[in-house]
C-alpha cells in the first residue's frame, strides 16, 4: 500500500502560479496529476514515468505546466505557470506500480491516489 499526500493549493489570480507537490510514502516511479472540475469529468492533466525517463502533458496545459520528480523526497511537482480560470479545480495525485497496461491519461490505471488539493483561479 503506497500513502500519497497531495498539498500546494489555493487561490490565485489568472496569470499567476501555483506549484502542488505529491509526497508518497515509498518511492514510485509512475505519478500523475489528475483534476476534476465541478460538474466536469475527471481529467488527466501531466504524468512522470521516471523508469522510463517519459513526462507526458495534456493539450490544455502544454507550455504552462511543468511535472517533475525528486527521488530523494520521493515528491512529485506540479509546477503551474500562466494559470487560467480554467485550471481552476481539485487536483489529485495518483500512482501506478506498473506502465504495463492503459495510457498514462486512464485513472483506472492508477493503483494509490491522494485526497486533493484544490486550485482556484480568478479573472
Known amino acids: 500500500q503506497v500513502h500519497l499526500v497531495d498539498s500546494g493549493g489555493g487561490s490565485v489570480q489568472a496569470g499567476g502560479s501555483l506549484r502542488l507537490s505529491c509526497v508518497a510514502s515509498?518511492?514510485?516511479?509512475?505519478i500523475a496529476w489528475f483534476r476534476r472540475a465541478p460538474g466536469k469529468e475527471r481529467e488527466a492533466v501531466a504524468a512522470?514515468?521516471?523508469?522510463?525517463?517519459?513526462?507526458y502533458y495534456a493539450d490544455s496545459v502544454k507550455g504552462r505546466f511543468t511535472i517533475s520528480h525528486d527521488f530523494a523526497k520521493k515528491t512529485t511537482y506540479l509546477q503551474m505557470n500562466s494559470l487560467k480560470p480554467e485550471d481552476s479545480a481539485m487536483y489529485y495525485c495518483?500512482?501506478?506500480?506498473?506502465?504495463?497496461?492503459?495510457?498514462?491519461?486512464?485513472?483506472?490505471?492508477?493503483?494509490?491516489w491522494g485526497q486533493g488539493t484544490q486550485v482556484t483561479v480568478s479573472s
Open positions: 495518483a500512482a501506478r506500480e506498473t506502465v504495463y497496461g492503459g495510457a498514462w491519461s486512464m485513472a483506472d490505471q492508477y493503483n494509490y
Open positions: 512522470s514515468y521516471s523508469g522510463l525517463g517519459n513526462t
Open positions: 515509498r518511492s514510485m516511479y509512475n
